[in-house]
């Protein structure tokens, strides 16, 4: 059997989530705008996910948004809440996901200000660099939960109470930390956040923008008026119904989930310390206790992957989305790693359903082809 150690990329729809979702692919097909017996069936399911999906984070339904992942929730935070400011000035973190930093680009090509957080080379913002940036008027401040690439977790609670200070709201994408660590909006202390369905076990192509109600935000999408207007379109109620029942079992069992991530994470760390021709990117560092990026000397990422894949291990060069495009990886470039170091990263991410021998299995592996 294959060994499937990239879940950060994607993760196996749960058969509980599949069961959630199937009557709703099947059975009711009513539009959930309308307002007839069909279309209210479909607007209870969709009633009921929002609720579950409020649970993970510890908000309110009205405060979640439905979108079509987390690529469109990062858009319309940013987008959305800088077409709704007088402030056309962003502060973005050069690591976070290409579908923050893209936007953001493209928003500094129309014209806004966008300013870059420095960060160390394990990834990290510090509080002061971030105060600093906030010196000035910003329509809102841009900075990842948990890396997708190391796994590094900011102290957003810190830089979040220096953002509510300076009056500046802060979007956090945790797309990547949301049912791999505890995430509450409001301990968090974030304005603005992302999630995604199908990183928790849940279908592709669903996510959602969680909002406080202060946020002055405006679509980037107009139409139907659905989802009190901020995303308009016809609901994937299928889908939106699996994110429901991923998030609910996200919630349920993320102990036992982080427990025996851990486990293995640990493990994997282990191994890759008595090998000296690993480097281990932010070491050392609080992450994600399922992810893991590392370069083995002599071996530039793409191979690398290519030669496990070949002997039937998956594993990714960095971001699934940069894989192919022959450059490094953004994220250890902002770290300032040198180029060819950063040409050599792989990244591990575990999920639900490995097994410590698949780790040995990764480690004998990793030994065979040590240079
Ligand atoms: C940190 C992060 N944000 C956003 C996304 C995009 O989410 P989606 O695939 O749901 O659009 C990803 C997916 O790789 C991610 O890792």
């Known amino acids: ?49 929002r609720q ?9 339904p009205d ?18 809440v800088l077409s709704a400011s007088p402030v056309k000035r962003l502060v973005v973190s050069p690591t976070d996901h290409p579908c923050v930093v893209e936007p953001a680009e493209m928003l500094a090509e129309r014209g806004a200000e966008v300013d870059w957080l420095p960060v160390t080379n394990h990834g990290v913002v510090s509080a002061a660099d971030f105060a600093a940036s906030l010196s000035k008027p910003a329509a809102l401040v841009s900075i990842m939960l948990a890396n997708n690439e190391t796994g590094l977790i900011q102290d957003i609670p ?11 709201p802060l979007h956090c994408d945790a797309v990547q930390a949301a049912g791999k660590i505890p995430v509450s909006f409001s301990e968090l202390g974030v304005q603005l956040m992302s999630l995604s369905a199908h990183k ?15 946020v002055d935000i405006k679509p980037i999408v107009q139409g139907g008026g659905q989802e009190r207007g901020l995303r308009a379109g016809t609901e ?21 989930r982080r427990a025996a991530s851990q486990a293995l994470i640990d493990q994997l760390d282990t191994g890759l310390a008595t090998m000296p021709q690993i480097t281990v990117f932010a070491d050392g560092e609080t992450r994600l206790p399922n992810t893991r990026q590392f370069a083995l000397a002599g071996w530039e990422g793409e191979a690398l992957l290519m030669e496990l894949d070949r002997r039937g291990i998956a594993v990714s060069s960095g971001s699934a989305c940069h894989s192919g495009t022959g450059e490094p990886s953004h994220v ?8 060819d170091v950063a040409y050599g990263a792989i990244r591990v991410s575990l999920g639900v359903h490995n097994t410590s021998a698949e780790i040995d299995t990764l480690l004998q592996t990793l030994q065979e082809l040590a240079r």
Do not use: C
Request: hydrophobic residues 50%; proline residues 4%; charged residues 15%.
């Open 158 to 168: 810190t830089l979040a109470a220096i953002a509510r200070e300076s009056g500046v």
């Open 236 to 256: 994937n109620v299928a889908a939106i119904a699996g994110f429901g029942a991923a998030a609910e079992l996200a919630l349920a069992e993320l102990e036992e």
């Open 332 to 339: 250890l470039m902002a770290m300032g790693i040198d180029r």
């Open 63 to 80: 405060q979640i948004t439905f979108t079509s992942g987390g690529t469109e929730a990062n858009n319309i935070a940013l987008q959305g």
């Open 200 to 214: 928790i076990y849940g279908p592709k192509g669903v996510g959602a923008l969680v909002l406080d109600k202060a």
């Open 1 to 49: 059997m294959p060994i499937y150690l990239d879940n950060n990329a994607t993760t196996q729809l749960d058969a509980r989530v599949l069961e959630a979702m199937t009557p709703w692919l099947s059975g009711p097909f009513g539009n959930p705008s309308s307002v007839h017996r069909f279309g209210r069936l479909a607007r209870g399911a969709i009633d009921t996910a």
């Open 52 to 60: 579950q999906v409020a649970t993970l984070v510890g908000v309110s």
